[in-house]
């Protein structure tokens, strides 16, 4: 246990997902790394279709395998999961890996009870009876917050409130104690009280159970929240990575800045306009040349020489930080002293 | 589910005065006098009178209409025909018999026909639907689509015969269409449909297989079947108590509707096959211009139509738990 707890528990490296679709093949992720050690979580941050859906599926092997192409490695806990046999990725699924999809309401099937989609997952895995399986549904909806679970264990999705499918749909993914958690945006449609009650239980659970997360937002409040490292994707691309502190407080790269202007400030003036990054997110089936970012990015001209447009920039990490941009560090100081005595006038 | 059911067959019974009531009306305004063709050629204006009177249709049409209603629940007296005992759906000057025993008769046979390929279709076309679905866009996917959109385009009167002549007349491998009765002989029973059977299945199986598939390929995109896979549920599992489940609520609606249409009368196979059943029946009364035969027909039909509903809504309750029977 002492030698593993120093190699990082999920490792993906150089991972590739292509689709083939009728216009062209589209390319979702495209070359991303990441490690998660036990017990941490790692926030992956980016706009729509920026991959970060897609990277979680296929972590679980949820793509079609009819048409999509799947290269690079996935290791969860020393184990090959890219290629795996079927069986092997069923027994994995909801139980050492599970996952908590953004909506509940459609995410939860309307015709079974609560209980029995609990339930099930702990017979599946841990080969319970049916009256362990129920019981253990109870101490799970218990355990998530839901009032009354012995009564509510019977009820359908349908008669849940939006909040309580949620915490439900947690419960359903920690019934059998999963060592890593993919959390997709599991707040993003609950209002701001429920979201930090949510919030609250991963945190509890993850210390309780040593849980790896990984959580996937486009809200960097949450990542504030929660995340210990930060990964910001664009374009099925990894632009930034780091620690929380790093990524918010001293970002590298430009679309990460783009990200954090783009956030209203509680203690700023109230009609300052909000600061959107221009442009809309780059199609992966004819991503832009060179740095995927550069069409919407205002510091491609300082770069100059038109590098940004020609020469795709390396994503050089060391420690756990670094970033993919062809600014060089004085370029990055200046920017963020310039951000920094902004905010003081 | 008890006042559902109050409330569903009450809704049932005005629902059918009213095709009654509209019924009636239409057929007031054919210029038909079915005392003219009783009463023959040596026929008199008294005695064309009386056979008004013996039939009732001498009186104004509400009134009639009243009749025919108190006819269902007392029985009614024509004289010089007959007594038509309760219920009393009218009575057939043309048969000279109560309408609702030549119906009586004539139900068995379009009963088998009905369940009969209704087994039939619902076996293949959920079987192939399903197969196609699971295989969506591989080559068994491809040749069940088109081979259905193919079948369904097909016309019972084009199929019915080619069947007749190769499966019957020339090669000897089935038998010739006809009807027993079941409680006689089970086997001849079977062996006189199939012919029927397999001819008005292939057009309903054809819609079914289309149908299943559409609607599979519909769920297993859903969400909750990913996250069935996500908890690490197997493709069969999630397959059967997941999407079909979710796929199952449209097929169920629509196969009620349909089996209660079939009951009304499969009117082209039962002619194709010279099968006597309700379908033939109809057909028959309109060329004689039997008039409360064909309101008989109506109203026993569109019953079955109405109680198909009332029995899928009931199922569909048990199918979704989000349906609440009210």
Known sequence: ?345 | MFRFLVRRILGAVITLFIISAITFMLFYAVPRDPARMACGKLCTPETLQLIRHNMGIDEALPVQYWHWITGIFLGREYPGFGHCNAPCLGYSFVNREPVLSTIADRFPTTVSLALGSAVVFLIFGIGTGMLAAVKQGKALDKIASSASLVASSMQIYFVGPLALYFLVYQFHILDQPSYNSFLGDPLSWANGLLVPWLVLALIWTANYTRMTRSQLVETLTEDYVRTARAKGMSRRNVFFRFAWRGAMAPIVTIFGIDLGTLLGGAMITEYTFSLQGIGLLSVKSVQTNDLPMLLGIMVITSSFVVIANIIVDAVYGLIDPRIRLA
């Not at chain 1, 139980?95 to 209980?115: C, E, R, V, W």
């Not at chain 1, 020489?305 to 050089?316: D, F, H, I, K, Q």
Request: glycine fraction near 8%.
């Open chain 1, 1 to 345: 246990m002492t030698s593993t707890d120093q190699q990082p528990f999920l490792s993906v490296k150089d991972l590739k997902v292509h689709f083939s679709t009728e216009d062209g093949v589209v390319k979702a992720v495209d070359g991303l790394s990441f490690d998660l050690m036990r017990g941490k979580t790692l926030g992956i941050v980016g706009e729509s279709g920026s991959g970060k859906s897609v990277t979680n599926l296929t972590i679980l092997g949820l793509h079609n395998p009819d048409s999509t192409a799947v290269e690079g490695s996935i290791e969860l806990d020393g184990q090959e999961l890219n290629g795996a046999p079927e069986k092997t990725l069923e027994h994995l699924r909801g139980n050492k890996m599970a996952m908590i999809f953004q909506d509940a309401l459609a995410s939860l099937s309307p015709y079974h009870t609560i209980g029995a989609q609990i339930g099930e997952v702990y017979r599946k895995h841990k080969g319970a009876s049916k009256k362990e399986a129920r019981e253990r549904a109870i101490e799970m909806l218990r355990r998530v917050g839901i009032p009354q679970p012995e009564s509510r264990v019977d009820n359908y999705p349908h008669e849940f409130s939006g909040g309580m499918r949620q915490r439900a749909m947690i419960a359903m993914a920690l019934v059998c104690d999963p060592e890593l958690l993919i959390a997709d945006e599991p707040t993003t449609a609950l209002d701001v009280t429920v979201q930090a009650q949510i919030m609250d239980l991963l945190k509890d659970l993850q210390r309780e159970f040593g849980t790896a997360i990984i959580f996937i937002t486009h809200d960097l409040g949450v990542i504030a929240d929660i995340a210990d490292e930060v990964l910001v994707m664009y374009g099925g691309r990894c632009v930034e990575r780091g620690t929380k502190k790093e990524v918010l407080r001293s970002p590298q790269h430009p679309y990460t800045w783009g990200l954090l202007a783009s956030m209203p400030s509680l203690d700023g003036p109230v009609d300052v306009p909000l600061n959107p990054i221009p442009g809309s997110p780059p199609s992966l089936l004819n991503p832009p040349s060179g740095c995927r970012f550069h069409p919407r990015c205002a510091f491609a001209e300082k770069v100059g020489g038109n590098r940004c447009a020609t020469e795709s920039p390396v994503l050089e990490i060391t420690d756990g930080r670094g970033s993919a941009c062809h600014l060089t560090d004085e370029q990055r100081t200046e920017h963020l002293a310039d951000l920094t005595a902004a905010k003081h006038h």
